[in-house]
Every structure is written in C-alpha cells, then in structure tokens.
C-alpha cells in the first residue's frame, strides 16, 4: 500500500510568526540580510553569499540579463533562463559580466559632418542631451569631440549647421582613460564640475561615458553583488540534456553560480549532470539543483554533490503540475522538512547546503515566512516579473497596467527539458499556463519596501541575522477564520 503522510501538507499562508523579545539594539539598521548560496565548511566562509536573500526565477518571462542587472545591484541573484540557444543565453551572462556600474556605452554618437538638425533628432529620440561624437559615429569609434545643449543655441544655430563647427573638440576636452576607476572618474567630474566625462582607450576609441547623474543612483545601491573584479554576480539556468555543451559555454561567458532547471529534481539524470561538472571542472564550478519537496530528494542532491538545493513542486503561480499530474506537495511543509534535514546533515558531516524556497510567494510577509522555516535564499517568478526590467511586454487592461507572465511548462515556453522524464523530446501535455500580472514599476522601488518589511518583522522577532531568525523563530498555525481576521475586516472601506 502507499504510503500515506500524517499530516495535510501546508502553504505559507496558513502560518503566522509570533513575536520575540525586541531588544533594544533589534533596529532595521542592525539587520543583515546576507545570505550563503552555495555549500560550505563549518568555519568557513560561503564562497558565494548574496546581500538581500531573493533569486529570480530561471524562467523567459524573468531572467534576462536587464533583470539581472537590476536585481544585482540591490543585491540579489538572477539565474538567467536556460531555454534558450546556448549562444544566446551565454550572451546574456557576458551581459551582466561587461556591465560597470556607472560605465555607459553611449547610445547617443554622431558623426562630425551630421547636423544640428540630427543632433536634436537624436536627442528628442534618446532624451538623452550628452552626444558623443565619434569618426564613425559608433559607440566605440575614434573620440572626436562631445556636444551638450550649452554647444548651440536653438534660437541662432541653424539647423544646417555641421556638428563638426559647433562640437567641444577632443583637443579640449578633459577625458579618462580606460581601466580608470569608478570613483577615480567621479572625482574627475567632481574636480572640474562636468557633467559627463568620456573614457577612451589609448587610440582615442570611445569605450564608455560617466555621467555626474549615475553617481548618486551608485551610492544608492551600497548591498549591490559584486565579484572579485567588481563585475556583477550572476547564475544561469542549465538542463540535463545538453549541459555538455552549455555549461562550457555558460562558464567561458562567466557564469558565477549554475542551477539545473527541473520540476522534479530527485533523478538519476540531475546526479549524472552534477557529477559530470563537478569532474570536469575539479568542483570549482558551482551548480545547485533541484526541486524536490522532502528530505530524500535533498539527501539525494546532496550527495551527489549539489551545492544548493531548490525546494518546491507545484506551488508557482503559473504551475498546474499539480493538476494536470497529481504531484507536489505544500510549499511551507516541503521548506520546513528539507530545512530540518538540511540541519541534520550540518550537524553529521559540518556541511552546510543551502536550500532555496521556490514559488508561491504571494504577499510580501510569505517572503519572511519561508526564511522562519529554514529557507537561506528565495526564488521568485511572479514578483518579479511585475517589474520594468522584467522582459515582457506592457499591455494597457482597462484601466491599469499588466504584464505578461507565462510558465515554463506552457506552450508558449515549450521548456521541455524542464519537464523531461526520458522519453520524447518535446512537451506532452502543459503544466503551466500564459497569463498577465498586475505592472508594479520598478524593481528597485519594490524590493527595496519588501526588504524594509523583513527587516521590520525581524526585529518584531528579535533577530537581526537570518541564521539568528531561523533558529528563534516561532510559527504558528492559523485557522481559515483567523485568516479572514488577517485583512482589514468589519469596516467599510474608502475608495482609493
Ligand atoms: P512564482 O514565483 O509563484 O510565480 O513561481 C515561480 C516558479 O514556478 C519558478 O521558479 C519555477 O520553479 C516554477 N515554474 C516555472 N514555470 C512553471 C510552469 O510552467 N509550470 N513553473
């Protein structure tokens, strides 16, 4: 006979945390959010921690290099979607990895014998008043001269008038050069009151722009995740099919961090892909895997050599796995049970394996939840697709604003690979559906509240660590009429 679980299997939204003693010093501004990634010793450090502890899903609809961009710089991890062409997806990791914070290729070059008239044309289409001008016009051609809105006066240039009469000519202008630093160009700026400095390499060729602006939005970003050559972190999706050919691909572009993209994580094929990588780059290269929803799927993982584990099957917005095949399991149960028997495992070899809570983040607080059960980090397709960087397109609905957010497993994604189980190269049935989500605005703007929020019920907690908060956390269930009580009740609300 099968086996048959006790207890029903439970979702984030049937629990709540109750207070601890706020100490004094439990102040947002004691919290850290710092969290490991990857597996490591006891005693030493994470080789790879992120500053915020969310992830953004490995999914089309997501994880594009913009997205990683964004969420790189308030500290957080993007895995960018593995069903793709390989070349494709290794161009948009050396995306994120050219990315210099600060350092813009112009998108705003002309050439000295165009005119004024195509100076304003550019400006009305870019918005942008810094024009570069270049031999060839190109981002990166020789640097001839720059062109700001104080080069001409709209009310006496005419319009006819060649770029190469009214431009600040290179002779004149202060300029840096390539492998100058950030704060080095800042200073520049600072120093001789500019507005943008250009940065040439020894032949005069453009390379990027600073801009006086984009010093105030760095000093914004103090969490943002940087490497050991303060390049922007990275992850990236892979398969058990063709991971010969991209792992290579994804490394040489830079990959920080892979993850196996699965509904279901404990088989045979995620241990031969683990184990392939793990041999073939002497363990260097990092690889998580996953998801699985108990404790034999992650001792599975973990000994095959997974360095994080993705915890969650059928609780993602767009996920109809449960549906359509009758397997999963509550997303809070599966995070509670393989946390406990990621601590088990801590406590017997001194191996600390992250694990990662994936789906089914609704409100805000569930992101605390899933940390109080044991959760190190959290991944997100819903959220995030929400946002401005998100790769999706914008529709107007009525009177409001969505986005598109379409599943993996849904014919519009056709990711087979992620629901393979061996048999025909291609999806049978969908096991996730195309659909919109309300349009939020930008990323920054909303993970910046959702982490005040987490901080916030931290200290309510009295914890200022993550690692603290797990440990001391207290969760309690809630029943369906307490969680009516939850939302604001028994009055009459205002329009808003
Ligand atoms: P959510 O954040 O609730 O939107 O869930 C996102 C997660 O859902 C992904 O990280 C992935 O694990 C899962 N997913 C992605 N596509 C599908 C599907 O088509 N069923 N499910």
Not at 324 to 347: D, L
């Amino acid at each position: 006979m099968a086996y048959l679980y006790n207890e029903p299997s439970r979702t984030f939204n049937e629990y709540l945390l109750v207070p601890n003693l706020t100490k004094k010093d439990s102040v947002p501004d004691n919290v850290s959010l710092k969290t490991p990634i990857v597996r490591y010793k006891k005693g030493e450090q994470c080789p790879l921690s992120t500053n915020i502890p969310l992830v953004s899903a490995i999914m089309q609809s997501v994880s594009d290099s913009n997205m990683a961009i964004a969420l790189a710089r308030c500290g957080g991890l993007s895995f960018v979607f593995v069903s793709q062409p390989i070349e494709q997806q290794a161009e948009m990791v050396r995306k994120v990895k050219k990315y210099k914070a600060g350092f813009v290729v112009s998108d705003s070059c002309l050439k000295p014998d165009q005119t004024l008239k195509d100076v304003l044309n550019l400006k009305a289409r870019t918005g942008h008043s810094t024009i570069a001008v270049t031999e060839d016009g190109s981002s990166t051609g020789k640097l001839l001269g720059l062109i700001a809105s104080r080069d001409y006066r709209l009310s006496r240039t005419p319009l006819d008038k060649k770029i190469s009469e009214f431009m600040t000519p290179f002779s004149s202008l202060i300029y840096g050069t390539e492998g100058i630093t950030l704060s080095e160009a800042n200073d520049m700026i600072w120093d001789h009151k500019l507005n943008s400095l250009p940065i040439v390499n020894k032949d005069q060729l453009l390379v990027y722009m600073v801009f006086r602006k984009d010093y105030d939005a760095h000093k914004e970003n103090p969490l943002e995740l940087l490497d050991q050559s303060k390049r922007l972190v990275v992850g990236a999706g892979i398969n058990t099919r063709d991971y010969k050919e991209r792992v290579p691909a994804l490394v040489k572009a830079g990959a920080d961090v892979l993850c196996i993209d699965s509904s279901d994580g404990y088989s045979e094929w995620q241990k031969d892909t683990i184990q392939w990588i793990k041999q073939e780059y002497n363990g260097e290269v990092k690889v998580g895997a996953g998801n699985v929803v108990d404790k034999e799927g992650f001792l599975y993982l973990v000994n095959a050599g997974a360095d994080f584990v993705k915890v969650g099957i059928g609780g993602g917005s767009i996920c109809i796995t449960r549906e359509q095949k009758g397997i999963g399991r509550g997303q809070a149960t599966s995070v509670i049970e393989v946390a406990k028997a990621r601590n088990e495992y801590f406590k017997e070899t001194g191996i600390y394996v992250p694990i990662c809570s994936d789906g089914g983040i609704v409100h805000d607080y569930h992101m605390t939840l899933a940390l109080a059960m044991g959760a190190d980090f959290i991944m997100l397709g819903r959220y995030f697709a929400r946002f401005d960087e998100s790769p999706t397109r914008r529709l107007k609905m009525g009177s409001s604003y969505v986005k598109e957010y379409w599943g993996e497993g849904s014919n519009r994604a056709r990711n087979w690979e992620r629901y393979d189980t061996g048999g025909e190269e291609r999806l049978e049935f969908e096991e996730g559906v195309d659909s919109y989500v309300p349009y939020a605005g930008s990323l920054k703007d909303n993970v910046d509240i959702a982490i005040s929020k987490m901080k916030s019920t931290m200290c309510n907690c009295g914890a200022v660590t993550i690692e603290e908060f797990q440990k001391t956390a207290r969760l309690t269930l809630v029943s369906s009429t307490s969680i009516i009580e939850g939302g604001a009740h028994d009055v009459i609300l205002k329009e808003s």
